[in-house]
Structure formats: C-alpha cells, structure tokens
C-alpha cells in the first residue's frame, strides 16, 4: 500500500482575532503578511513532501518503475490458436489419446480437438521447448563444455563425456533427433549457467506465449513431476518453433552422421519420429514417452504450402493416431 502522506499541523494557519480596532502602521502590516507566509511554507515544509526539482527526480524513477512493471505484467501474450474447433467429427475407430489436437500452422487456426486443455505429462516433447531458448542463445558453432552432470541424468543418455566440448549443432542433433537428455542439459547450463536458472527460463516463456497450461520442472521431460502441459500449449508452443529456420532443418532429417573427437570418431543419429519418410509431406516434429506420459507425438506437415501441425497425448497408437489427424486437418479448410 502507498506510503500515507504526515497530516498537516494544525492550528498553524489560522487567524489570530484581535478584539480591538485600531488603524496598524503600513509596517506592521507588511511584517503579519511576511510572518504568516513564513508560517505557510514552514508548514508545507513539515507536512509533505518536498516539490522541488531535484526531490522530484529522486522519486520520479521508482515510480516509472512500478509503472514498467505494471505495464509488463497486463501486457497480453500473442494469440497463437484462436478458434473454436471447425471440425466437431467424431472419428472412428476413435482416438487412443487422452488429449489431441489438429492446428493449421500457418493461421494458428484450430481444425479439431478433443480435451485440448487438459494437463497431462509431455514426456521429451518438453525438449521443444528446451531447443527454442537454447536456439537463442547459442550460434550453431558455439564452443560448450558438458558439464559433469550430464552424465548423471537419467536414461536416454548419447554418452557426452564430463569436461569435453562440442559445438552446439551437435548438441542440437541430439537433442532432437536422438531425444539425448544430456545434451538437453548441456545446452541448458550452457545458456542460462544452471540447470534451476534454465527452467525458469522455460517457465517465463511459457508465461509470454500465454501457454496457461503449461509447467516445467525438467529440461528434458524424463521427470513427470510438476512437468507438464497440454495439446494446445503445445500446438501453439509449436507454431513459434518452426519459426526458427534451424529447429525446422533438425526435425525433419531422418539421419545424419556427426564427426566427433576420438576416441568416438563418428555418431550416427536417426530421428524417432516415425512419420518422417512414411506419411508423405512429414516434416516434425518430437517425439516422447515416460511411463506416466505414454507415448507422446507433435508431428507435423508440409503440403502445397500448407503446414499443419497434430498433436496427440498419452496415446498407445501415436503414430496412426497422428497420421489420420494431419489427414482430417488437410481435408479441413477454414471458411
């Protein structure tokens, strides 16, 4: 709350009531104006805060700066889906997934969706995010030392060695391609200096895309605890990703041969998504599974110019589940 203005004296104002009358000298007079005009500003003096400027400078920054953060936090995030589902089509067989949506990626407009906001475990699609910030950040040929955390974390590891460096694309490839979550910690601590300062980081933007129900706690997605979100926030959180020229290139390569430093020599990394060459204008995007998340798929595809993005959770069927998805929004036009 404000800080309360100290009251005013009172008494030192008023009048002084003289009983008799007589003429006062033109002196006299001029002293009572003067005594009563040194009171006036006395009492200003004491009662508030002083006006003038150098005190008004001093002030003036802390309460442009509760204004910045005012404005800051009623700033309203983009608008990355809008729309009501066009298609309301049950689907038969029905959908194995506990959550799902189709998206057009280009309009954002939402084609089909079935309990869209409900929050569930994301497994290592968490890694979109994890690759968005980190793509920021890091040029493709930054130097990063891994850390010798990284060899600590859970399963799937690639087997980055403690204290070596690799470039950055590497990391990327591995990130995304091979789903590693050491290199999903390698390139954390390399863009934020720790793992804790990462996740806030992921959380912030989540919080500045408007992506509401979304938490993150991992930065790999192999812990289920406090990480999750929903098939819209990640459709959405999709839209933004596949703005970046290098996620694209990534997600859609089937297999690529990275040199390394002996005794390695050579790794091979082959994309999980199992759309990418069998589902014709396949192009993405992650995939993830845990034993509380299930099988987890954001996939995406390219035809005529048109990207349409599907996402399904917890989904024993995930790869037929995702093709009949992207067929139904490319069937589905926006009127």
């Known amino acids: 709350m404000p800080e309360e203005l100290p009251r005013e004296p009172a008494g030192v104002l008023m009048p002084v009531v003289r009983r008799r009358r007589r003429r006062l000298h033109s002196s006299a007079v001029l002293a009572v104006v003067l005594l009563a005009a040194a009171a006036g500003v006395t009492a200003v003096l004491r009662g508030r805060p002083a006006h003038h400027p150098a005190a008004a400078a001093a002030a003036r920054p802390r309460t442009d700066a509760r204004v910045a953060r005012v404005q800051r936090s009623s700033a309203r995030p983009p608008m990355l889906l809008t729309g009501m589902p066009l298609s309301t089509q049950a689907l ?20 089909w969706a079935r309990r869209q906001h409900r929050r569930l475990p994301i497994a ?5 995010m994890t690759a968005l910030i980190a793509l920021r950040h890091l040029p493709s040929d ?15 590891r690639e087997g980055l060695r403690p204290g070596e460096r690799v470039r950055a694309w590497k990391l990327f490839d591995g990130l995304l391609m091979y789903s590693g979550n050491d290199d999903a910690l390698t390139l954390a601590v390399a863009t934020a200096g720790s793992k804790r300062a990462f996740v806030a980081r992921m959380n912030d933007e989540a919080h500045a895309l ?3 129900d979304s938490h993150f706690s991992s930065v790999s997605g192999v812990i289920d605890r406090d990480n999750y979100s929903s098939a819209w926030d990640l459709a959405a959180l999709t839209r933004v990703a596949l703005r970046d020229a290098r996620f694209r290139s990534i997600v859609r390569t089937r297999i690529v041969h ?8 050579e790794k091979v990394y082959v994309n999980k998504n199992p759309l990418l060459g069998t589902y014709p204008g396949a192009d993405g995007v992650k995939t993830g599974w845990t034993t509380l998340a299930g099988h987890c798929l954001v996939a995406s595809a390219t035809r005529a110019g048109r990207t349409i993005v599907a996402v399904v959770l917890h989904d024993g069927n995930a790869p037929a589940d995702a093709r009949r ?10 009127g």
């Open 92 to 111: 038969r067989p029905p959908l194995s997934a506990r959550a799902a949506i189709v998206v057009d990626s280009g309009t954002g407009r939402v084609l």
């Open 325 to 334: 998805l992207l067929s139904l929004g490319f069937a589905t036009r926006a």
């Open 124 to 128: 290592s699609t968490t890694k979109i």
């Open 142 to 156: 930054a130097l990063v030392r891994v850390p010798a955390a990284a060899i600590r974390v859970p399963l799937v």
């Open 258 to 265: 990275v040199p390394w430093s002996a005794p390695t020599f």
């Open 210 to 212: 408007g992506l509401h």
